[in-house]
């Protein structure tokens, strides 16, 4: 399987499951059939520039913690840059 392939297995993971869905990150992996060094090997090679990862559960995708109406509700955790408070 070429790596453009694993990248939108991904994709298509993420997108298609439910908001309601909770499952750890080691069960994430096991329903892609993918190891966790293979994950983050595709997921670098398909960053084009610098890029910072926040630690969010997979069903967590579809949070914008930017937005301020939303994470309240969701509970998702805020992100203050020096300078900025978010």
Same mark, same amino acid.
């Given at each position: 399987?070429? &790596? ?35 994950? &983050? ?37 805020? &992100? ?7």
């Amino acid at each position: 399987m070429y &790596l453009h392939d694993v990248a939108i297995q991904i994709y298509n993971k993420l997108v298609n499951m439910g908001l309601n869905t909770k499952i750890s990150f080691d069960e994430f992996l096991i329903q892609l059939q993918m190891d966790e060094n293979t994950y &983050l090997f595709t997921l670098q090679c398909t960053l084009h520039k610098p890029t910072i990862f926040l630690k969010h559960k997979p069903n967590d995708i579809r949070i914008n913690i930017f937005n301020t109406n939303v994470n309240p509700v969701h509970n998702a955790p805020r &992100l203050s840059v020096t300078g900025l408070d978010i």
